[in-house]
């Protein structure tokens, strides 16, 4: 079994959404996608 996305870890963190967890988690993604894949790039 692999990993599971890190962007899972916002998942779980409150019972109801939260504005601030959402912040965070577009965050996240934004900062995940600034890395260039060197096997996509090869």
């Known amino acids: 079994m ?3 996305p890190a962007s899972t ?3 779980h963190v409150y ?3 939260h504005a601030t ?3 965070e988690r577009a ?3 934004r ?3 600034s890395f ?3 096997e ?3």
């Open 9 to 11: 870890m916002f998942d």
């Open 40 to 42: 996509a790039h090869a």
């Open 36 to 38: 260039v894949d060197e």
């Open 27 to 29: 965050w996240f993604a």
């Open 31 to 33: 900062f995940q996608g």
């Open 21 to 23: 967890v959402e912040a």
């Open 2 to 4: 692999g990993a599971a």
């Open 15 to 17: 019972a109801e959404p």
